[in-house]
């Protein structure tokens, strides 16, 4: 994006040179880059610059306070520990909630769930599933038994101490898996 605003920022001086207003050169941008590539509003701050005789293309240093976070920390952080909240990295950098979820964000993090896992399955425990479902949809297929099941969308959880987490990951990696704790002490 940086790119393409230096090149409409030369385009815009380019047209300022030759005279032309700054609600067609905005035209003729935005006919040349795609519509809405630069407001009008826009157009005319820079030719305002440009008729005071500045015609440097760098914007203006902003007013507010300047970041003093850097990303490769906050990285490092992340690495050590990815279930670490926004609030907890904030506290640490001393900075707010939105500046890290925004440096989070610039390196390519997204936040994500954790996924539980029922239990670790054997390899006898899997033939034995293979085996039971095989049955099943044999049987099925002799007398049709499972349009006469009734269901329901009820759940019973007898224990559960295990908490799932959320992890700053990169978009491209996978949840962490964690198996679910057994329902009997």
């Known amino acids: 994006m940086a790119v393409l605003d230096a090149i ?41 610059k440009f008729s005071s005789g500045n015609e440097n293309l760098e914007d203006e240093p902003r007013s507010g306070r300047p970041s003093i976070v850097n990303n490769e920390d906050i990285k490092l952080a992340i690495e050590q520990d990815s279930s670490q909240t926004c ?16 440096h989070l964000h610039q390196l390519g993090k997204r936040l994500k769930l954790s996924k539980w896992v029922p239990y670790e ?6 033939l034995q599933r293979l085996t039971i479902c095989s049955s099943l949809l044999s049987r099925h297929n002799l007398m049709p038994f499972f349009d ?9 959880i007898m224990h559960c101490n295990k908490k799932r987490t959320y992890h700053w990951l990169a978009s491209i990696n996978l949840v962490t898996m964690t198996l679910k704790p057994s329902i009997h002490q």
Request: net charge positive; hydrophobic share 40%.
């Open 8 to 48: 409409i920022r030369a385009c815009l001086l380019y047209e300022f040179k030759l005279g032309t207003k700054a609600a067609e050169a905005c035209r003729k941008i935005c006919a040349a880059f795609g519509e809405g590539t630069i407001a009008e509003r826009t157009g005319q701050k820079w030719f305002k």
């Open 87 to 102: 609030q907890d990295l904030a506290l640490r950098f001393n900075v707010s909630n939105e500046t890290i979820c925004l």
């Open 148 to 156: 006469r099941m009734l269901t329901c969308d009820e759940k019973w």
């Open 121 to 126: 399955l054997s390899e006898t425990n899997k």
